[in-house]
């Protein structure tokens, strides 16, 4: 039976996700990005996000006509809506990832600790913050860098104590070249 799923799981897995997976794969590093087949879905209603550590991990490139290029210094933002021991909705949380290093990958950590007041995060979505480039920082929505990647799947890391999640690739791209009519 448990065959049978997988055949059919795989069957209809949608085929814009399964592009991204292969885009996903063709530009991963050796540096520990890279799509796992345990993830796991967390049910919010049974299980606070921050239960143990949280990683967050993706790549950022710049995209340049066909070319994509890692963009080593971009930064992500990661922001969590949380509640407070009342149940009752606490400002966002946010917080911001190490600096991308020369192949595009990002790493953000959040550990129970560095939460205040016994808040709750109950859902956390990355962002492209900042780009190091003076001519490729224009941030754009692939992958939801604009509109915030949802942190949904995750890999445990029993070693560590860690949920990792991975996002993107995120991309940015060079200003438009205005066209000057003269004035």
Do not use: W
């Amino acid at each position: 039976m448990h065959h049978i799923i997988m055949a059919l799981n795989h069957f209809f897995f949608p085929a814009p996700l399964f592009l991204l997976l292969l885009l996903v794969i063709a530009f991963a590093s050796g540096d520990g990005y890279s799509p796992s087949q345990d993830l796991e879905t967390p049910n919010v209603e049974k299980e606070d996000l921050l239960s143990t550590i949280i990683g967050i991990q993706g790549l950022v490139y710049c995209k340049s006509g066909p070319k994509l290029i890692p963009l080593e210094g971009a930064v992500a933002r990661i922001t969590c809506l949380a509640v407070d021991k009342h149940g009752f909705e606490a400002a966002p949380f946010s917080f911001l990832s190490e600096a991308c290093d020369p192949k595009g990958y990002f790493f953000a950590t959040l550990s129970p600790s560095e939460v205040e007041d016994n808040r709750k995060l109950k859902e956390c979505k990355a962002f492209l913050e900042l780009s190091p480039s003076g001519t490729c920082n224009v941030p754009t929505d692939v992958n939801k860098g604009i509109s915030g990647a949802l942190l949904g799947s995750y890999r445990l890391l029993n070693d560590k104590k860690m949920k990792l999640y991975t996002v993107g690739p995120f991309f940015f791209t060079p200003e438009p070249k205005s066209i000057s009519n003269g004035y």
